[in-house]
């Protein structure tokens, strides 16, 4: 006496003929049976998740080509710095879309039998509009910075200048010349000035914290500089 293993048939087993008696079923045919039943099965529990994959079509674009790195290349040349209130602009976009993501993609989602974990997908399309983000947020820093510096500078030579001493009649004519035309000169300085004080407010907004502590005391130095530059011609 033994056991016959049942083995499941590679196509649906024909049934036996009517005409001949002796003919017997298939004794694998329910095994073909069931499996087909399971195959179905699953077939209606996997369709749901298909269709929910297919709801993260509208992501596709931030998956595939949104790229951090790309963007801010962009904006590796000091000639093509966009201003300051454009990338405001942008900044607040991105981070709108943070948020949107953020709030569109659950921390997980049950989807027929199974549980899906979203948060990483959510987590690492966020992650891209933070960083383009915070990195502008760095180039406004950046550019304002650089303007600093340079407004600085133009006065410091203004200053140097003006606490000169004049070693002719023609240098000091020059002298007086300069000093003359220096309360025009501060004056079209100022919209500069109004300008760069704009971005540190912008920067203030988004919260940024500057690494050296010198950077805080150039906001005030700029915005006192019109003033000390006047105080020194008084002096003269």
Request: net charge negative; proline share 6%; glycine share 2%.
């Amino acid at each position: 006496m033994y056991l016959k293993a049942t083995k499941k048939p590679q196509s649906r087993p024909e049934e036996p003929s009517p005409d001949n008696p002796a003919e017997l079923p298939d004794p694998n045919a329910w095994v073909f049976e069931e499996y087909a039943k399971l195959r179905d099965t699953i077939s209606k529990i996997i369709e749901p998740m298909n269709d929910y994959f297919a709801t993260y079509a509208k992501f596709e674009k931030e998956n595939d080509t949104l790229d951090p790195e790309a963007e801010m290349k962009k904006y590796e040349d000091p000639e093509n710095w966009p201003s300051v209130d454009e990338l405001k602009g942008m900044i607040t976009t991105h981070r709108r879309e943070e948020q949107r993501l953020m709030g569109e993609i659950p921390e997980e989602k049950v989807v027929s039998v199974f549980r899906i974990s979203t948060n990483v997908i959510r987590d690492l399309l966020a992650a891209k509009h933070k960083r383009i983000a915070d990195d502008m947020i760095e180039l406004i820093a950046k550019i304002t910075k650089a303007e600093t510096n340079a407004i600085l500078k133009e006065f410091e030579l203004n200053n140097i200048k003006v606490e000169g001493t004049p070693k002719g009649i023609e240098e000091l004519s020059d002298l007086k010349d300069f000093m003359n035309g220096l309360p025009m000169e501060l004056e079209k300085k100022q919209a500069v000035i109004k300008t760069c004080m704009k971005n540190y407010e912008i920067l203030d907004e988004f919260h940024y914290r500057w690494e050296d502590e010198d950077d805080y005391d150039k906001m005030w130095q700029v915005y006192g500089a019109p003033l000390e530059t006047v105080d020194r011609i008084e002096k003269q």
